[in-house]
């Protein structure tokens, strides 16, 4: 294919707080061997009060491709959707400002598209740890316990955890743009209207991109309280649970609960905790195959602290959306 013929493509940014990671990855985007002229680079800020924007706007200036978008809803969902509405590019592709890209990343985007008749390319990042407590939570987070994000988009027998790539432009025309009321998981909730209606998705592994998990158990707690959160708002706003998996965490917690609250009259109790101690120390001990057996206590420990963060943020979003709903009767919104 000549750079005449290469599709134009819009290198989507969102961005909030970034000003340790921004400059990194406006270095990646402008490095990528993708024909410059057939590329431009939109950044949508949800309102930083760092220097995030300042080291933009220095960007753009030197380099018209660059430009600095607002996002005041400053959701990752309602940021994509800013730079769609001013987009030229007719593959989009995001890209985190946490997350570390090859400068090959976009061709091999574009290319896996255009080998496909999918609408959208799902990717398998790698951790990007860099401390032992990082790597252990980012491979737990990788494993099938973890109920982990993204692990519906690319569906299979061994859920994988995976994010959104690349996607086609005309495909937001016929299902409308990403729901500006998602958290977490945007690109699974946009996958799953793009297969309802007909379209198809790709799954690649040859593509890397480093992306960081969670450097902390507080971290861990956030992230999997706000997607359990986003999960429960999305079966509400739905009306159909995806898959009896997805329920697992909030059984966990009710059914854990009600053992320990019913300990004094029943015998059950101990065994069900020995059982649970059990199949997380055995996936601990997976983990620790891959990332040495140091890492196992920390792995075990992150069961329960994402089980429980889960559990309760599903439970606490179940109520706000049955109660408080925060959208709009399904339409499709204009690109």
Known sequence: MSESESPFVTIAVPSREDEDRIEACLRSALDQDYPSDRLE?????AMSMDATREIVLRYAEGDPRVRLLE??????AAALNAILRVSRGEIIVPMD??????????????QALLASPADHLAIVPRSAGRTLIERALSAAQHTRLAFAAGAELARGSEPVPTFLGAVRRRVFERVGLFDPGTRMEEDVELSQRITESGGALTVRRDIVVHKPEA?????????????GRSRARRTVK?????????????????????????SSIQPITPFALTAYALVTGAA????????????IPI?????????VAHGVGFGTGLVRAVIAPDWAPAEAQAV
């Open 238 to 262: 739905e009306r159909k649970v995806s898959s009896m998996r997805a329920l697992g965490p909030l059984a966990l917690v009710a059914v854990g609960g009600a053992l320990v609250a019913t």
């Open 41 to 45: 680079i939109l950044v949508s800020d």
């Open 97 to 110: 400002p946490a997350g570390e890209y090859g400068k090959t990343h976009v061709s091999k985007c574009v």
């Open 299 to 307: 792995a075990w420990a992150a069961y329960p602290v994402m089980h």
């Open 215 to 227: 450097a902390s158990f507080r971290d861990l707690f956030k992230r999997h309280y706000q997607l």
């Open 284 to 295: 601990a001990v997976r983990v620790a195959r891959g990332e040495g057996i140091v890492t």
């Open 71 to 76: 996002n005041p809803e400053r959701t990752r």
